[in-house]
């Protein structure tokens, strides 16, 4: 099934298909494998069954491999709130999971394509096995019991004999024949019933498992000649919110284990195309956003912001938590750090999120003006919804909100509007933008949050999958040339890393969590990707074929080409099924593929 | 939780509350606990960690005890199409199951009170305790090639050793020590790493788990002297389909086994206050029912009819399925044999489901009239929803439908109606009840089946636990002398026992589906009760209740204190909570319990 399906406990079985997919280098493309019991074998009580998972490396005719366990990994899709959403890793190449009576299991299969990887065509396959209920996963059991009862009577036969070198020759002898006789009770005992039998040759172990009953579904990629850049075209930024970190994992904010953990964080989103910042709310709507927790001076600062995944970094704005000199000093020196580098012109400073009156627009001024007198070329990022209250028009007209980026220039530079606002009015984009100075450095960015809601595009728990692959190609239709979300990781806080998650009160489910605490599902403390985040990063690589695409034949063509494939119209008219967007994509690589000549299956 | 609740993987937690329940003596009381792991503390990928359940018996202070895995038992709710429906039983006194991240888990405790109890306070409690992750259930794992391994080595170490007697002295002590030094490795190898530390002792391992986190849920369940009579004061016939347990469980019709299993069926079926009978639809429909697979004349006949759990049965009219002189013949010898019997009074023939014109009213009557030539008291049950087409009134007119009985009289005794046609209008009750001459043995039975549908009181799998316990309530007090369901067992044909259960399409999920094989959720071959049966059971034991408080009090008050207590007031007007029922129960206790005078508490 396509990674755009939300495969439920109650998905209906379908037929069984090879798997024929189509991947740029440093692309991921995922599909899922839906497994639902047609009777059970388990002795297991509320067990259908075991199976054993196990895929091979996808190899190519030239000997070129994807190899499983990096370029090709399994995961396991756990309900949240009754809905599909958490991947949750197996260990490869093999692995077992259980199937339960009349309940669908999906298991989340990806492809991530190296940067190198040469082009050609991959062939793998992914087996399942039925496991023999008394096999157990090949492992066979023994209680604590049992094991302590063996270790003792092997530990009291060996004491018997040892040492025999100082015992007279027949003492020596009657010691030995005493251990035999021991020695023979042990291989008696039940624990070793299933090795006395003929069946002690590991031949016969494994002819057993071929008998078991298996499907293999064979997958294919073709590896076209198409790189993504490694530095994604439209700026994603997404909070992680470093207050949520500190409590569950019980860090000391500015600790060792802290820097660790936020460097964790850091890693691991940037597989997404996402640009994380951390960030800490503080009275009102203020907020302290930061890519790096080091300060730009240090030799970390430049590992963070040189990586070439980065598209966007959020500067400090120091003196929001203490207002003293040595804050505003150290302001300064950070941005005069900062503004001598290359990667400079990736900094952005977000300083307050959705102003709503003229008193925190002057908070804003002031905070610009600040940092603009230390670099006159700092981009302020400033989200926004609406115009702000106490102005002459009244905050809530589109008018008003349309006439922010008058009120605030020049102290913003990234004027961040909510799609809410639009509703489905595609055409009032024109009149946002209209309003910027781009050959002044405005940009016009978007976000998504507690709006729009159904059937707008956006990532809450319970949309489709195609809403939710549909927010990036809304913000590539509209023309933004970049992308915030407040948060990856705001669930309600605990203290305990394998705390249940519960979504914060008063959101829609999954807003503002698009991954979970690995510590919840097992003992590995890696963050779980939901399948949201997942279809995020295959939005973000949509972009990228639609830019090759405009690159080649124009935007206009590449708008022609989303709508008369039925992949995206509007806000309300995109595609709820995944034909079209693989469509879609084999057009762009029939269009664009001048390199291997590899024609697509 | 309380046993009308359908606690689903999403049940919010609630405080744990000790649980006080009231009993009869021969009755079945059910309560939930629900469980939700606040954190994971699982290493195994998925599971939020292991639990242990264990249930003490429960103790008066006079010494009686009611005992648990025969009076106390525990099952695992499990869902079907997402729905908790399934009762799964749990090992007794101690069972492990897993629960999961995010989802909440049931446990199903059911009371059976003997029928011989002595009346008290019995007290008991229930202990939920998390297994730690290494532990998992006391047992540590040893792969199937690692058992080998250490059986391979064992024994060659035995080889070397074995026979010492024919060595001489200095090479059978060279040997030994050779055996030696190979068991010391055998010590050493990492199966027993967890055995060579300080914690060897059985001691240390039950410290461990005395500091395992456990809480405990005090059970104390007061049993009054009121004994629910065996035989149940209204029949409830229950139709098992023959066809359905000959395919699934691929037994030759009429073999032993086949035997056997209508056997188990029927037993496993009586503890629920059901008097079943097996069947097989013929054409168009026309149905073989019988409760007693056996000809009247064998000796296990009697076995069945006797039986003072079995309120009703039916008798089958043979030449349903043969046409010849022999059955005509085995018709007359059964009816012969049976209505010289004392059980007689309870026999009934089931002929033809919903007939619906006059030709198959014409077939009625020619079988009634030849039943009824062999026995003129013997009783014909007809099911009806409407009036035959071809007669002078509209056939789906109310008059038409409630005119019936002058149609089929004297060849049907038991008018089986469905409540569907009664819509909300409780009031056409008496239309009905006025047309019939109870003086000559007329009675006025009922069935739900497809309808009648949401908010009516039905069985359907995703009505509301209230809604099931309801058609028993509805039953008493419209004031039917009996009750028919259709099917207990008719889901889709399968020929595989561990099959999936499908839901036959056309029918509202769980409609003719009260329980599933064993064999889908674990390797037992007893069959599964649906939370739906018991509320049905708990529907038939209010019978009783109400029944023993109209002896007392008249049934009109009877009828006021059920209204009282807002339990049932009308098709669309009974509780939606289970508070009222627990009240009204104990108002009946009061009102009745002139024999222990045990307060309750």
């Known amino acids: 099934m396509p990674s755009t399906a939300n495969v439920g406990q109650q998905e209906s079985p379908r037929p069984l298909e090879p798997v024929a997919l189509l991947a740029a280098r440093n692309e991921r493309e995922s599909i899922q494998i839906a497994l639902r019991p ?340 700092a981009r302020v990022l400033t989200t926004y919804y609406c115009g702000p209250t106490g102005a002459e028009l009244s905050s809530s007209t589109f008018e008003a909100f349309v006439k922010v980026p008058g009120i605030l220039r020049p102290h913003t530079q990234i004027f961040c509007t909510s799609e809410w606002v639009l509703g489905s009015r595609e055409d009032m984009v024109k009149d946002i933008v209209d309003e910027l100075q781009p050959e002044n450095g405005e940009e016009w960015w978007t976000y998504v949050c507690l709006g729009p809601t159904d059937p707008h595009p956006n990532w809450h728990l319970g949309m489709r999958g195609t809403q939710h692959r549909a927010v990036m190609w809304r913000v590539w239709k509209e023309g933004g040339t970049g992308f915030l979300y407040w948060g990856a990781n705001c669930y309600e806080k605990a203290t305990v890393p394998s705390a249940e998650i519960k979504f914060r009160r008063g959101l829609p489910p999954g807003d503002g969590v698009l991954f979970y605490p690995g510590e919840v599902f097992s003992s590995s403390n890696e963050p779980v990707a939901s399948v949201r985040l997942e279809r995020i990063l295959s939005g973000l690589q949509d972009i990228e074929y639609l830019k090759l695409y405009s690159s080649k034949y124009g935007k206009e063509e590449a708008l022609s080409l989303m709508e008369r494939r039925g992949v995206y119209l509007g806000p309300e008219r995109y595609t709820l099924d995944h034909g079209p967007i693989d469509l879609m994509r084999a057009d762009i690589y029939q269009a664009c593929n001048f390199g291997t000549g590899i024609p697509f299956a």
Not at 74 to 87: M, T
Not at 129 to 150: I, V
Not at 337 to 351: I, M, N, P
């Open 38 to 377: 047609k009777v059970s074998w388990s002795t297991n009580s509320g067990i259908a069954g075991a199976v054993q998972i196990q895929s091979t490396d996808l190899c190519s005719s030239t000997g070129d491999r994807l190899v499983v366990g990096k370029s090709v990994t399994l995961r396991r899709v756990v309900s949240i709130l009754g809905v599909p959403d958490a991947l949750v890793p197996l260990d490869a190449p093999v692995s077992q999971i259980n199937l339960f009576p009349g309940e669908t299991s999906a298991i989340w299969v990806s492809v991530t394509v190296p940067y190198d990887q040469p082009p050609g065509q991959y062939e793998g396959q992914i087996i399942v096995t039925a496991m023999k209920p008394d096999a157990g996963s090949a492992m066979s059991c023994l209680s604590r019991d049992e094991k302590h009862q063996l270790y003792k009577e092997l530990k009291s036969c060996l004491d018997v004999v040892e040492p025999l070198d100082d015992k007279p020759l027949e003492e020596a002898v009657n010691r030995a024949k005493y251990a035999t006789s021991s020695l023979k009770n042990i291989l008696l005992l039940p624990t070793f019933v299933e090795c006395r039998d003929d069946h002690t040759s590991s031949d016969a172990m494994d002819e057993d498992n071929i008998i078991n009953p298996s499907i293999s579904i064979k997958l294919s990629v073709t590896v076209w000649d198409f790189t993504l850049p490694l530095t994604p075209s439209l700026p994603a930024v997404f909070g992680v919110s470093e207050t949520v970190i500190e409590d569950r994992f019980c860090l000391q904010h500015g600790s060792q284990s802290w820097y660790d953990a936020l460097d964790r964080h850091f890693e691991w989103l940037l597989q997404y195309r996402i640009s994380p910042f951390f960030c800490r709310w503080g009275e009102r709507m203020r907020v302290l956003a930061y890519t790096c927790p080091w300060p730009a001076d240090h030799p970390k600062a430049d590992n963070y912001y040189s990586d070439p995944r980065l598209a966007a970094y959020a500067v400090p704005y120091l003196p929001i938590q203490t207002c003293t000199d040595t804050a505003k000093d150290s302001l300064r020196r950070e941005v005069e750090v900062l503004k001598s580098k290359s990667h400079w012109k990736k900094a952005y400073f977000y300083l307050w999120d959705e102003p709503v009156n003229l008193e925190q627009y002057d908070t804003i001024r002031n905070m610009s003006s600040e940092i603009r007198a230390y670099a006159p070329d």
